[in-house]
């Protein structure tokens, strides 16, 4: 049985600030360019929290059914 909505903010209330942890979010569709591509967005506090600053770089590795998101520092000069 698919968890509802409700119980997807119950369990992000109670992981607040805590790491690991798990959320939830739903694939879309960005249409353009003729076709329509897959897309995940990606916005909270949280993400700050994680270490995910704004600016900086993400670096993205794709496996099959994962995806593994680590942020890069810019380089100091």
Known sequence: ?????????????????????????????????????????IQSNWLREAGFIPQWLVKVTVRQGKLVLEPIAPSEP
Request: charged share 25%; proline share 7%; hydrophobic share 25%.
């Open 1 to 41: 049985m698919k968890p509802s909505r409700s119980e997807f903010s119950d369990q992000s209330k109670n992981i607040h600030s805590k790491f690991p942890s798990i959320r939830f979010m739903t694939i879309g569709l960005w249409p353009g360019y003729g076709c329509k591509k897959s897309c995940i967005r």
